[in-house]
């Protein structure tokens, strides 16, 4: 079992930054593949980066370059840095961790991950 607590959500304007923490508890979290999605009233939550159990990395084209996901295994803590935050970014934030293996192609795919946490808001104004 993987418990994961969000953190670090807020209220910015565009252009700004926020760094996003996921904690996590349980065992076996240094080699599960995990992740970052976000998720807006009446849309389908997306994926916005992952990270593999052997630590390859994936961003969709939407924030590729503006934001960079980490893992810290002696921490137990996930982070998601976001630079340039737009208006589009506004959305509920979650971190989640796969209890399998993951096809890399599939990181993206919200079935795979097994554990979720409850969200942090990020907000961006123009």
């Known amino acids: 079992q993987v418990q994961l607590v969000e953190s670090g959500g ?3 304007q565009a252009g700004g930054s ?6 996590a508890s349980g065992d076996g979290y240094s080699s599960i593949s ?6 807006t009233s009446g849309k389908e939550r997306e994926g916005v980066a992952a990270i593999a159990g052997d630590g390859r990395i994936k961003y ?9 996901i980490s893992k810290d295994n002696v921490a137990n803590t996930l982070y998601l840095q976001m630079n340039d935050l737009e208006p589009e970014d506004t959305a509920m934030y979650y971190c989640a961790a796969a209890r399998g293996w993951v096809p890399f192609s599939a990181s993206f795919i919200r079935i795979y991950y097994n554990y979720w946490g409850q ?8």
Not at 34 to 39: K, N
């Open 18 to 23: 926020l760094r996003l923490s996921c904690t």
């Open 119 to 126: 969200g942090t808001q990020v907000t961006v104004s123009s």
């Open 60 to 68: 969709p084209d939407s924030v590729k370059g503006r934001f960079t």
């Open 10 to 12: 807020g209220s910015v």
């Open 34 to 39: 995990m992740a970052w999605f976000r998720q």
